[in-house]
């Protein structure tokens, strides 16, 4: 078998060959379409050529596909039993030498997309289902909460300064007549009569960087996620206020759920995009006692209300008052039980998509299409001050004085002296995606389901027999209480990444085929569907269920 073939990815479509008449056999499957692989180097040429020579690419292909095309995955070896909870009986067993290369491999289950394509695949997805089952029900979560008010909202950062940046329909960046450009105390003209498209370098610089407030822009960041807790707290506070209760009761009558995702724009700060549910006190799906509309004005009474203090970074700098900035985008998505649907631009699974897509994206991203030198000034900015707070922190310890800046109480160090660790960030320090308690089902919850959908396949084809999928959901996401089986095992850490040269490359392309496998997929579905909707005057009048959708 050809190591370079579909074995070891899921095979998928060539991007742009779908059409009205779609193939029912993926043409990038078979020995004919190899993977797409980049120029590779020596080294790893002859990794790759030494997998052939000694006999072992079926072997790797196997591996790889074990490992779900995982770019550094984790090399154990060792052994496990599966064991009856009840009778202690043997069930199973397990040992690496039986492994195709001799070693289990555990994906390293990286959520960014440049460092592990195929493991953010399944971070993205688990996402999708998480965010999705909050909206439109499943997972545990009952079909009902499609009722419950539901909001869109997008909350920003404030400007620190002008920065170059696209318009809608291509229009000019910053247009001016000559008699109303703004000249800046540097002489920079604040104008720019360029149009910029997404891929400019320019897009998201400052018109002027002496102007831009570096030190700020970095210190915002660093306390968004501190910005967001405090949020949280003044939606429910306000919520509670509208329906004429104490904060402390607030979950007698109605219970405030979320489900958000950080998105870097091109300037480097952070959006936060945000589902905002509101459920009765039983729980998702219940009655709320409020509908869309009024719960979007208390979001938005209390989004323009919060505020966050910062102390200075620096002995030159100055303390802060951190809020939004002035563009909140609050959507209704779902009004209540009685106009389920408010907005005709979202759905559940477009929302879901959505977060979900930028859930496995962050700051290198932006840097990953064209070099932007305003996010390379603002990482070294980042650097500078959290140095700066290292200072400080040796010099109170040295000298036993009082702190020259405010302490995280946490750690009893200078608030910043970590900000260097997350330059590469940008200075944003939170989780790119975050959930309330009882939005819906966990991401831990499903990564188990998938273990268990595993083991009752393994355990099904030992024994000679089709799977039981009765209740196969419910089973899957069962609480551990109710698991019937334990695993005992004895591993050892044998390494991280594949043994040999040009391996991690083969992964990456795998992962790319698989990709293109699943698209592929999706738009043969999509075009099944149409045909089985479609009558034969329909399609004489229309071409293809692309179009069918425009029109």
Request: glycine share 8%.
């Given at each position: 078998?050809?190591?370079?073939?579909s074995h070891s990815?899921a095979?998928?479509p060539t991007?742009g060959?779908?059409?009205?008449?779609?193939?029912?056999?993926?043409?990038?499957?078979?020995e004919g379409?190899?993977?797409?692989?980049?120029?590779?180097?020596?080294?790893?040429t002859?990794?790759?050529l030494?997998?052939?020579?000694?006999?072992?690419?079926d072997?790797?292909?196997d591996a790889?596909?074990s490992?779900?095309?995982?770019t550094?995955?984790i090399r154990?070896?060792?052994h496990?039993?599966?064991?009856?909870?009840t009778?202690?009986?043997v069930?199973?067993?397990?040992?690496s030498?039986?492994a195709?290369?001799?070693?289990?491999?555990?994906?390293?289950?990286n959520?960014?997309?440049?460092?592990?394509?195929?493991?953010?695949?399944?971070y993205a997805?688990?996402?999708?289902?998480l965010i999705r089952?909050?909206?439109?029900?499943?997972k545990?979560?009952?079909?009902?909460?499609?009722?419950?008010?539901?909001?869109?909202?997008?909350?920003?950062?404030?400007s620190?300064?002008?920065?170059?940046?696209?318009?809608?329909?291509g229009?000019?960046?910053?247009?001016r007549?000559?008699?109303?450009?703004q000249i800046?105390?540097?002489?920079?003209?604040?104008a720019c009569?360029?149009?910029?498209d997404?891929e400019d370098?320019?897009v998201?610089?400052?018109?002027c960087s002496?102007?831009?407030?570096?030190?700020?822009?970095?210190?915002?960041?660093?306390?968004a996620?501190?910005?967001?807790?405090r949020?949280?707290i003044?939606?429910r506070?306000r919520?509670?206020?509208?329906?004429?209760?104490a904060p402390?009761?607030?979950r007698?009558?109605?219970s405030?759920?979320?489900?958000?995702?950080?998105e870097?724009?091109?300037?480097g700060?952070?959006?936060?995009?945000?589902?905002?549910?509101?459920?009765?006190p039983?729980?998702p799906?219940s009655?709320?006692?409020?509908?869309g509309?009024?719960?979007?004005q208390?979001?938005?009474?209390?989004?323009?209300?919060?505020t966050?203090?910062?102390p200075?970074?620096?002995?030159w700098?100055?303390?802060?008052t951190?809020?939004?900035g002035?563009?909140?985008?609050?959507?209704t998505?779902?009004?209540?039980?009685?106009h389920l649907?408010?907005?005709?631009?979202?759905s559940?699974g477009?929302?879901?998509g959505?977060?979900a897509k930028?859930a496995t994206?962050?700051?290198?991203?932006?840097?990953t299409?064209?070099?932007r030198?305003h996010?390379?000034?603002?990482?070294?900015h980042a650097?500078?001050?959290?140095m700066?707070a290292?200072v400080?922190?040796?010099?109170r310890?040295?000298?036993?004085?009082?702190?020259?800046?405010?302490?995280?109480p946490?750690?009893?160090?200078?608030?910043?002296?970590?900000?260097?660790k997350w330059?590469?960030?940008?200075g944003f320090?939170?989780?790119?995606?975050?959930?309330?308690?009882?939005?819906?089902?966990?991401l831990?919850?499903?990564?188990r389901?998938?273990?268990?959908?595993?083991?009752?396949t393994?355990?099904a084809?030992r024994?000679?027999?089709?799977l039981?999928?009765r209740?196969?959901?419910?089973?899957?996401l069962?609480?551990d209480?109710?698991?019937?089986?334990?695993v005992?095992?004895s591993?050892?850490?044998?390494?991280?990444?594949?043994p040999?040269?040009?391996e991690?490359t083969?992964?990456?392309a795998?992962?790319?085929?698989?990709?293109e496998y699943d698209?592929?997929?999706?738009e043969?579905?999509?075009?099944?569907?149409?045909?089985?909707?479609t009558t034969?005057s329909?399609?004489?009048?229309?071409?293809?269920?692309a179009?069918?959708?425009?029109?």
């Amino acid at each position: 078998m050809n190591l370079l073939d579909s074995h070891s990815g899921a095979p998928t479509p060539t991007p742009g060959k779908a059409s009205a008449t779609a193939p029912e056999s993926f043409p990038g499957f078979g020995e004919g379409a190899p993977l797409d692989l980049p120029s590779l180097t020596p080294a790893a040429t002859a990794g790759i050529l030494s997998r052939l020579i000694d006999g072992t690419s079926d072997a790797f292909a196997d591996a790889l596909a074990s490992a779900g095309n995982c770019t550094s995955p984790i090399r154990l070896t060792g052994h496990s039993l599966t064991l009856d909870r009840t009778t202690g009986e043997v069930i199973s067993s397990y040992s690496s030498a039986t492994a195709p290369l001799g070693e289990v491999l555990i994906p390293c289950g990286n959520r960014r997309a440049h460092i592990c394509p195929a493991c953010s695949r399944v971070y993205a997805r688990d996402t999708f289902e998480l965010i999705r089952a909050g909206v439109a029900g499943g997972k545990t979560i009952p079909a009902t909460v499609a009722g419950s008010p539901l909001l869109f909202v997008t909350f920003t950062a404030p400007s620190f300064g002008y920065v170059h940046g696209t318009r809608p329909g291509g229009g000019k960046c910053r247009p001016r007549s000559s008699d109303r450009v703004q000249i800046c105390p540097h002489g920079v003209r604040l104008a720019c009569n360029v149009a910029h498209d997404e891929e400019d370098p320019r897009v998201g610089s400052p018109l002027c960087s002496d102007c831009y407030d570096w030190t700020t822009a970095v210190v915002w960041q660093w306390h968004a996620p501190e910005l967001w807790r405090r949020t949280t707290i003044a939606i429910r506070r306000r919520l509670a206020h509208a329906l004429g209760l104490a904060p402390s009761r607030l979950r007698d009558v109605a219970s405030l759920q979320f489900a958000k995702v950080a998105e870097y724009q091109a300037r480097g700060a952070v959006h936060f995009r945000a589902l905002i549910r509101l459920d009765g006190p039983d729980g998702p799906g219940s009655r709320a006692p409020l509908d869309g509309e009024h719960l979007a004005q208390v979001v938005r009474d209390a989004a323009a209300s919060v505020t966050c203090p910062a102390p200075p970074a620096a002995t030159w700098d100055v303390p802060r008052t951190l809020a939004w900035g002035r563009q909140l985008d609050v959507r209704t998505v779902t009004n209540g039980p009685s106009h389920l649907r408010t907005s005709d631009e979202l759905s559940a699974g477009q929302v879901a998509g959505y977060l979900a897509k930028y859930a496995t994206k962050d700051a290198t991203d932006l840097r990953t299409h064209a070099p932007r030198p305003h996010l390379a000034r603002l990482a070294e900015h980042a650097r500078h001050l959290g140095m700066l707070a290292h200072v400080r922190d040796a010099r109170r310890h040295l000298r036993k004085t009082p702190p020259a800046g405010a302490l995280d109480p946490k750690t009893n160090r200078d608030t910043y002296a970590l900000l260097g660790k997350w330059a590469h960030m940008l200075g944003f320090r939170g989780h790119f995606a975050t959930k309330s308690r009882h939005y819906s089902v966990t991401l831990g919850r499903l990564r188990r389901a998938r273990q268990r959908f595993q083991r009752l396949t393994a355990q099904a084809q030992r024994e000679g027999r089709p799977l039981d999928t009765r209740d196969l959901e419910a089973r899957l996401l069962a609480d551990d209480d109710n698991e019937t089986t334990l695993v005992i095992g004895s591993w050892t850490y044998a390494g991280t990444g594949w043994p040999r040269p040009g391996e991690a490359t083969l992964a990456t392309a795998a992962a790319a085929r698989a990709r293109e496998y699943d698209q592929w997929r999706a738009e043969h579905r999509r075009h099944h569907d149409w045909r089985s909707t479609t009558t034969p005057s329909d399609e004489r009048n229309c071409h293809g269920p692309a179009a069918c959708t425009a029109a």
